[in-house]
């Protein structure tokens, strides 16, 4: 089994930045791929940014591409989005998942936090 815990949403006005982090726990990470995904109200659940665990190689949508950047810590388990140039649009809960890399359907799920970007 593998733990997900986000951390770092919270309220920023547009054109502002975030920082958000998922520590995982319970497996060695390296033959797994984090995402993050974001859900607005009203909306299904999207796929934001992804990074390969061992490889480091990055994937993200193109409503983020240039603003939000994915990264990892291997030494803490920890990944993290940072987010810039914040639109409102961008107001969702921001879930972190986890996936074998060789597998495409994520397993595991964090709790979500929100982020909440006023005009």
């Known amino acids: 089994q593998v733990q997900l815990v986000e951390s770092g949403g919270g309220l920023v006005q547009a054109g502002g930045s975030l920082r958000l982090s998922c520590a995982a726990s319970?497996?060695?990470?390296?033959?797994?791929?984090m995402g993050w995904f974001r859900q607005a109200p009203g909306k299904e659940r999207e796929f934001v940014a992804s990074?390969?665990?061992?490889?480091?190689?990055?994937a993200y949508a193109d409503s983020v591409k240039g603003r939000f950047t994915i990264s990892r810590d291997n030494a803490k388990n920890t990944g993290y989005l940072q987010m810039n140039s914040l639109k409102p649009e961008d107001t969702a809960v921001f879930y972190c998942?986890?996936?074998?890399?060789?597998?495409?359907?994520?397993?595991?799920w964090g709790q979500g936090t929100q982020v909440t970007v006023s005009s």
């Open positions: 319970g497996r060695t990470f390296s033959t797994y791929t």
């Open positions: 998942a986890a996936r074998k890399s060789l597998v495409p359907r994520y397993d595991y």
């Open positions: 990074i390969n665990w061992s490889s480091g190689w990055p």
